[in-house]
């Protein structure tokens, strides 16, 4: 669990204290009221949680949050928005399966706070959880029931699920081994608001259909349709919408603690974290890609925060199946560990081999001299480039591998630098034969071009196979060697074969290929 208290010094108040439970209600105007928040994974609970922290709404709320991994992405992400609204912050983290596993810890966290309120130190509007998407919230709306310490204090208040439109009724048709509930279906039932996320993937008729097995699931809760969990804030909390005796008449066995909570074991997660090593940014993206094409219908969720090399930001990513948001977002901070983490939920995930494929995409000299070797052409060879707009196709001559600018954006390193035959010095983003190819005039003079790719990197090729022997610090002064014989090479191409009128030019306007693929 992750608690983090949050105020706001917009002006505003409660806006329905009154309980429905009965038993409750002598003292229901003094109980905290708890919104419990949950929708399977990668339905926008975090998104919505943002928007409720960053919101003018005049109340102090405090959110506790869940992860099914051992690592945790969001907290750093919701800490920022929590200090947006408060002078004070408090973070307890413990991972796990908030409906069965660490079940104690949420009475733990919810009995820090009652202390805090009881002494006076602390006055809330309202608490919010987020749970893991893999949490039946059944046994977290429980606790709220049978636990004296937590009825003392608090007041479950609606349980509001999210739902994302264009990957829940594969979840809600998935077939669980005996015994073993489905959580999505579990969630959809148990919702007093229903939120249903992300109708811009879906069209009128496919949002029709769902909404419809929604409702055929849980007729009495309320849908929202909405985009990136852009609602009213009213809509969410204070709704006074849990209603204890339509719970049990659902589920007769909702108050009993004895019985067991059990997941689908085939469905787990992997969480890898890096401290020692920054990213190479084409390497992730090339890997993530291939991950997505080949495990995308298993790989439920996954997210990360990633130390990337040439990237003063980090990098923020999550993905539902194949469906993928990357961004550079939040600086690092001067004194801060850079340190890349992430988690992947899904089933049958394969963790050796998800952290040896991560572990391949590091920036170590040993990665980078592998990317480079994979490179088709050399520096010298003649190329054709999709410049785009009326120009199209035109003719150059690669003049540096590997080449970053200061005013690339973070993290990009293009394969080449290529001289135009116009004078123009351009980048090509990818190696790809969408942006960059063997020019005739080159193919046409013998099969040299497929080696040339190979050979240019360098004296790479004479440097020998010393690499090889497993020595570090051989393979970075290779590397380091490489590098330089690639930059003198490029020197001497400039001064050998630019036309004089080129060499003349005050300035070169740098140019970056249009991405097309």
């Known amino acids: ?93 413990m991972n796990g399966c908030i409906c069965c ?14 202390k805090r309120i009881k002494s006076g130190k602390l006055k809330l509007d309202g608490i919010i959880i987020e749970t893991t998407g893999m949490a039946d919230p059944a046994p977290v709306a429980q606790t709220f029931f049978v636990d004296d310490m937590v009825k003392a204090f608090a007041k479950l208040d609606g349980i509001v699920t999210l739902v994302d439109a264009k990957h829940i009724e594969q979840h809600l048709d998935d077939v669980k081994p005996e015994g073993a509930e489905n959580e999505a279906v579990e969630q959809v039932a148990f919702a007093d608001r229903l939120l249903l996320n992300k109708t811009d993937l879906v069209d009128a008729s496919e949002l029709d259909r769902v909404e419809a097995r929604l409702k055929s699931i849980n007729a009495a809760a309320p849908i929202l349709r909405c985009t990136k969990a852009e609602v009213s804030v009213n809509s969410v909390l204070d709704i006074g919408a849990f209603d204890l005796q339509r719970t049990l008449k659902m589920d007769p066995e909702f108050l009993n603690t004895a019985g067991e909570h059990e997941h689908d074991s085939s469905v787990s997660s992997v969480s890898i974290t890096e401290t020692s090593e920054p990213l190479d940014l ?20 996954m997210k990360g ?20 948001n990357g961004e550079f977002m939040e600086p690092w901070e ?64 690669i003049s540096m591998l590997m080449w970053r600018a200061e005013d690339m954006d973070p993290g990009m390193v293009a394969p080449y630098q290529i001289m135009m035959d116009n004078g123009d010095l351009i980048s090509a983003p990818a190696d790809s034969d969408n942006l960059v190819r063997l020019a005739d005039d080159e193919s046409d003079e ?9 050979g240019g990197e360098g004296g790479e090729g004479g440097g020998g196979g010393e690499e090889e022997d497993g020595n570090e610090a051989k393979r970075q002064r290779k590397y380091q060697l490489d590098q330089r014989a690639n930059a003198a090479r490029a020197d001497a191409f400039r001064s050998g074969q630019l036309e004089e009128g080129a060499r003349a030019c005050s300035s070169v306007r740098r140019a970056v290929l249009r991405r097309v693929w």
């Open 1 to 93: 669990h992750k608690s983090m208290y949050s105020g706001s010094t917009a002006e505003g108040g409660r806006a329905g204290d009154a309980s429905s439970i009965s038993h409750m209600s002598e003292q229901s105007q003094d109980l905290v009221p708890v919104t419990v928040l949950t929708g399977f994974l990668g339905s926008g609970k975090t998104t919505l949680l943002n928007h409720i922290l960053t919101a003018t709404h005049g109340k102090k709320i405090a959110v506790i949050e869940n992860e099914f991994g051992e690592v945790g992405i969001d907290d750093a992400l919701l800490a920022k928005n929590t200090k947006m609204q408060s002078d004070e912050e408090i973070i307890e983290m």
């Open 101 to 114: 596993t660490v079940r104690q810890d949420l009475i733990a966290v919810l009995g820090k706070l009652a």
């Open 282 to 301: 084409g390497l992730v993206e090339d890997w993530i890609g291939d991950l997505l094409r080949e495990k995308g219908a298993d790989i439920y969720r």
């Open 305 to 324: 925060v990633l130390n990337v090399k040439h990237a003063d930001t980090r990098f923020v990513y999550h993905a539902v199946h194949m469906i993928f």
């Open 334 to 397: 001067e004194d801060e560990e850079r340190t890349s983490r992430l988690v992947f939920i899904g089933k049958n995930l394969d963790a050796t081999e998800l952290r040896k494929s991560f572990a391949e995409c590091l920036a170590t000299t040993v990665n980078l001299e592998r990317k480079l070797k994979a490179l088709r052409f050399a520096v010298g060879q003649r190329v054709v480039c999709n410049v785009g707009g009326d120009e199209g196709w035109a003719k150059g001559t």
């Open 446 to 454: 013998s099969d040299e071009g497929g080696e040339g790719g190979e």
